[in-house]
Structures are given as C-alpha cells and as structure tokens.
C-alpha cells in the first residue's frame, strides 16, 4: 500500500508563500496520478490541485493563479508552492495517490495521512 508523509506548512502573513511537499512510497509512484487536498475545521475535505503521471493539472478556482503543483518523479515527491496566500487557504493541507484520475479528482480514498497544517493570519 501507499505511504505519504506531507510537511512544509507553517504559519505565514496574508500575501506570503509557502512550500508543501509530499514524500510517496512505493513502486506506484511513476504511475498514479497525484492530488493536494484541504481541510478546514468544520469543514469538508476539497480538492486543492490534481497532476497527472504525465503532468497534466486541474487546479479549484479558488487557488488557480496562485498555486502550483508539480512532481519530481526521480525523488518521488509532489509540491504545492502556494503563493499570495489568504486567511481562506487556512486548513490542513493533504496529498493522495491514485491509478484512476476520478478517485484524485472525487478524493475518493480510503485512507489519509496526518497532513500539514497551514495557517494565513496576521
């Protein structure tokens, strides 16, 4: 099964970045299509940024323009740069791996890490 370990959150101003990345194990990894998701309190878990195995992106409207997914496939890692942050994008922040672009985009899993906190405030 697939293992995922999320860290790089932290706590920034309103307008500032940050930089999440997602450690994957396991031999799926060049394969499976890869998503970063959120969560805020009281809240339900949205999709934040989709990226296929061979680099196509869907991104929520909420964050086009401001954040990036990418994938270094030799270090099986996934990134989210989050730039221009806003107090909105407060939530934990999770990744996930599937063969199947419809679970990715439906977050449709069964299982999820610990995640990263981010928190936007002044």
């Known amino acids: 099964q697939v293992q995922l370990v999320e860290s790089g959150g932290g706590l920034v101003q309103p307008g500032g970045s940050l930089r999440l990345s997602c450690a994957v194990s396991?031999?799926?990894?060049?394969?499976?299509?890869m998503g970063w998701y959120r969560q805020a309190p009281g809240k339900q878990r949205e999709l934040v940024a989709g990226?296929?195995?061979?680099?196509?992106?869907n991104y929520a409207d909420s964050v086009k323009g401001r954040f990036t997914i990418s994938r270094d496939n030799a270090k099986n890692t996934v990134f989210l740069q989050m730039n221009s942050l806003k107090p909105e994008d407060t939530a934990v922040y999770y990744c996930?791996?599937?063969?199947?672009?419809?679970?990715?985009?439906?977050?449709?899993?069964?299982?999820w890490g610990q995640g990263t906190q981010v928190t936007v405030s002044s």
């Open positions: 396991g031999s799926i990894f060049s394969i499976s299509h």
């Open positions: 990226i296929t195995f061979s680099g196509g992106i």
């Open positions: 996930n791996a599937d063969r199947r672009w419809s679970v990715v985009m439906k977050a449709d899993f069964g299982s």
